[in-house]
């Protein structure tokens, strides 16, 4: 970053605060932006040989973009994690060039590199059972272990980010028949919640040796602060050892498995959409590609051969 001219600086800033404030970004997307586009602007000011001013950044050509893309896979970057970055760097001048006043074609004509996109890994459905079952034994203390079980039943029972599990207060106990959740850049969804996750938070709480006041965070450290994501991701990773799981049986995972046997049972795709707070259908529709491959691992495994 110290390559960066300060009228860059300020730009890349200003353009941040915007991000933060007015599109609701997480403070790990502004953090992953200010590093992609740091990055940019700094090889930028390297190729060129001298510090690149607001006015150089409009003369880039697609030469230039080229040279960057190609350092930055020469440097170990994979083509997911360019087409990251150089999304970063197009939205950064889109907003650049609307206040500046020029064109940004080089930048925004720029072909983000092809990638298979990945597919959700869900657990199979006995498997999502067993962790809710052995996640509890991962702890000598009975509140911390109903607190875990409580977390990992709203993961995978209602569909929520480990965030925003970890996001709610003591006013949301005892949980409603339907949550009111701030999802990313600030979405807000209801969702169902089944009597299991209910049940769950209720006996988390009654065994919580610490006072659950409205404002502060519902589930709480062994010292009273609040619940770290780590902490659980740690729960799950003893868990997933215990029961023979993959590395990818992860928190998160069980918000893919909440979507996958919804699909499965004939849930409806819009209304998984609505219910993940996903902003595009084409981010939930991914999971219907994990069920078709699920069945096609069926029909492999069970179809007689000739």
């Keep these: 970053m110290t390559l960066i ?12 605060d915007g991000q933060r404030a007015l599109a609701g970004a997480s403070e790990n997307t502004i953090i992953a932006y200010r590093g992609d586009v740091g990055e940019f602007l700094s090889f930028m000011t390297l190729h060129h040989g001298n510090s690149q001013g607001l006015g150089a950044l409009e003369r880039i050509s697609i030469s230039d973009m080229r040279a960057w893309m190609a350092q930055t896979r020469a440097g170990g ?5 360019l087409a990251r970055k150089l999304s970063a760097v197009k939205s ?16 925004l004509a720029t072909r983000s590199p092809k990638f298979q996109k990945k597919l959700p890994r869900p657990l ?22 109903a607190r875990d079980v409580a977390v990992v039943t709203l993961l995978y029972g209602c569909g929520l980010r480990i965030s925003e599990a970890l996001g709610l207060k003591g006013a ?9 959740i701030i999802g990313k850049g600030g979405k807000e969804r209801m969702v169902p919640v089944l009597d299991a996750a209910r049940d769950a938070v209720a006996t988390y709480v009654r065994l919580c040796p610490y006072p659950l006041e ?26 997933r050892m215990q029961l023979g799981l993959p590395a990818t049986a992860t928190p998160h995972a069980l918000r893919h498995s909440f979507a996958t046997h919804l699909l499965s049972a004939g849930g409806d795709l819009r209304a998984i959409q609505e219910l993940l707070g996903h902003a595009s259908l084409s981010t939930t529709q991914a999971y219907t590609a994990v069920d078709t491959a699920r069945l096609m ?8 051969k000739a």
Aim: charged share 20%.
């Design 77 to 81: 970057t994979g083509a997911r994690s």
């Design 172 to 180: 949301d106990s005892p949980l409603p028949a339907s949550l009111r």
């Design 92 to 107: 950064f001048y889109r907003w650049l060039a609307e206040r500046a006043g020029f064109e940004p074609t080089a930048v």
């Design 5 to 16: 001219s300060p009228a860059c600086r300020d730009a890349l800033q200003n353009w941040l």
């Design 124 to 145: 199979a459905e006995d498997a999502a059972r067993a962790v809710l079952d052995t996640v509890e034994m991962q702890s000598t203390s009975n509140w911390v272990g």
């Design 214 to 239: 409205a404002a502060a965070p519902l589930f709480r450290g062994v010292r009273g602060g609040p619940l770290h994501a780590r902490l659980i991701q740690g729960v799950m990773a003893r868990t």
């Design 297 to 304: 691992e069926v029909y492999d495994r069970t179809h007689p």
